[in-house]
């Protein structure tokens, strides 16, 4: 997957993440889809427990289906994540403070 370097980056940070500081205290589960929409993979990012995994959890705050290429786009700053809800390249559902929460993670990265 074109995306999991980033993956890997976001499971760093979590390690490295002081768990007292944190502001995103949900889980997400990704859907990572092909340029057809064809799901490739699913991967839980537990802010919880500060873990990520590959799989599906019957214990996500959000569920978010992205194709594994604009992911990665978001993931190297080179498109944001506002811009794909906006074109509706991104499936959201769920708690949406949740998930605006974990957004604006991605709005801060972007702007760095």
């Known amino acids: 997957m074109k995306s999991e370097p980033i993956i890997e980056k976001i499971r760093n940070k ?6 007292d500081r944190r502001t995103v205290l949900s889980v997400f589960q990704f859907n990572f889809t092909d340029a057809d929409g064809k799901l490739i993979k699913s991967t839980v990012f537990d802010f919880k427990d500060l873990n990520i995994y590959d799989g599906t959890t019957d214990a996500s705050d959000a569920e978010i289906t ?5 992911f990665y786009l978001v993931g190297t700053k080179e498109i944001t994540f506002d811009k794909l809800l ?3 390249k991104v499936l959201v559902k769920g708690d949406m403070t949740a998930i605006d929460k974990i957004l604006a993670k991605f709005r801060s990265g972007a702007e760095k």
């Open 14 to 19: 979590l390690k490295d993440s002081d768990p």
């Open 86 to 88: 906006a074109e509706k």
């Open 66 to 70: 992205i194709s594994d290429e604009d």
